[in-house]
């Protein structure tokens, strides 16, 4: 299985991911990274670990008319069997959407449909989740579509919410559940 991966900032997900295949958890081939902030430490991460990258966002996709254009051409390069989104802030484009359909996964920190949607990313949504009293949260996967935390969902996993969390404390605890999970359905992928 040939996986790219899209992150702007640190890439923990993809990071687990590419350990697992290291270590031979995973029987997959880290094909691309595409980053949109040129100061994201998942570049670093991908350069020391042999994985091909670039950086793609409003104003680097030259030569393409878009950066949706600019990220489907990459990925249509890089040949992906699945694109793993591992913190990526960006909006997946029309163009990218239809040349991946079915293929491109978001992990979510918060139990979709719940604390979804624009707006509803990192420490805003645990801030959320606290402010609303519920006592379980966790992070799901699922397929990307036109929509913010909209595709189908493929898998969750929970986390309880403790009386003494803090936005941080819950953002530690259900970050650590997301490699995991990624790895779970990354493992039984078929497509």
Not at 95 to 115: M, Q, S, V, Y
Request: contains cysteine.
């Amino acid at each position: 299985m040939r996986i790219a991966f899209l992150a702007s900032h640190n890439g923990s997900s993809m990071r687990y991911l590419v350990e697992a295949v290291k270590t031979g958890i995973l029987s997959a081939e880290p094909v691309l990274l595409i980053a949109s902030r040129a100061d994201s430490s998942s570049l670093a991460y991908a350069a020391e670990n042999g994985i091909p990258h670039v950086i793609v966002n409003a104003r680097d996709h030259h030569p393409y008319a878009s950066e949706d254009e600019a990220v489907c051409a990459h990925l249509q390069e890089a040949r992906p069997d699945v694109v793993v989104l591992s913190g990526y802030m960006r909006k997946i484009g029309s163009k990218t959407l239809a040349a991946f359909e079915g293929r491109i996964l978001n992990i979510h920190p918060a139990l979709l449909p719940k604390f979804g949607g624009q707006g509803m990313y990192g420490i805003h949504v645990h801030q959320a989740v606290l402010a609303s009293g519920e006592r379980v949260t966790g992070a799901t996967v699922h397929l990307v579509d036109a929509e913010y935390d909209h595709g189908q969902i493929l898998a969750q996993t929970t986390v309880p919410v403790l009386p003494n969390d803090t936005p941080q404390s819950l953002a530690e605890r259900v970050k650590a559940q997301e490699g995991p999970l990624y790895l779970k359905v990354l493992t039984n992928w078929q497509r």
